[in-house]
């Protein structure tokens, strides 16, 4: 409860608002598709056992594949495609680090986290990434030392 409630922290903190999710921690990566986390619909499952950087990133990147689902245009989506030099939004036949939809929830797991960790896309420079959240969601890279946890 505590990493959701900074999770949510981190995005009020910037001025997003988060939509509705239902977060699920699971014991091992079969609830997740194999992944750390996976979100559907709002349902998000994160398959990290310790509270950790690993974790926070993984409930960050999550919940920004909600966030970008409900608030973001088909028009934002195109230009955040065009900077980012991307074809495809989400498609599963494209590699993870080539789809549009990937590289948006990293930008915000980036944004929002303490940024211990690199995204794991490519292109990944600060300015470039500051770029990029601000197409997304319109508001000023928050500091990353605001919302502790």
Same mark, same amino acid.
């Given at each position: 409860?505590?990493?959701?409630?900074?999770a949510?922290?981190?995005?009020?903190?910037?001025?997003?608002?988060?939509?509705p999710?239902?977060v699920?921690?699971?014991?091992?990566?079969?609830g997740?598709?194999?992944?750390?986390? &996976?979100?559907?619909?709002?349902?998000?499952d994160?398959c990290v056992?310790?509270? &950790?950087?690993?974790?926070?990133d993984?409930l960050?990147?999550?919940?920004?594949?909600?966030?970008?689902?409900?608030?973001?245009s088909?028009?934002?989506?195109?230009?955040?495609?065009g900077?980012r030099?991307?074809?495809?939004?989400?498609?599963?036949?494209?590699?993870?680090?080539?789809? =549009? &939809?990937?590289?948006?929830?990293?930008?915000?797991?980036?944004?929002?986290?303490?940024?211990?960790?690199?995204?794991?896309?490519?292109d990944h420079a600060?300015e470039r990434?500051?770029? =990029?959240?601000? #197409?997304?969601?319109g508001v000023? #890279?928050p500091?990353?030392?605001?919302?502790?946890a």
């Amino acid at each position: 409860q505590r990493l959701v409630r900074w999770a949510m922290g981190r995005y009020e903190h910037a001025g997003l608002r988060v939509p509705p999710i239902d977060v699920h921690f699971n014991p091992d990566v079969t609830g997740c598709y194999g992944h750390l986390g &996976s979100e559907l619909r709002g349902r998000i499952d994160i398959c990290v056992v310790l509270v &950790s950087e690993i974790a926070r990133d993984a409930l960050l990147h999550e919940m920004g594949h909600a966030w970008v689902d409900a608030n973001v245009s088909a028009t934002t989506r195109e230009q955040f495609m065009g900077m980012r030099g991307l074809q495809v939004w989400n498609d599963p036949g494209v590699i993870w680090d080539e789809r =549009a &939809s990937e590289h948006a929830a990293e930008t915000l797991a980036w944004a929002l986290g303490h940024r211990y960790l690199a995204p794991g896309i490519p292109d990944h420079a600060p300015e470039r990434l500051t770029a =990029a959240f601000g #197409l997304l969601t319109g508001v000023p #890279l928050p500091h990353p030392g605001n919302v502790d946890a």
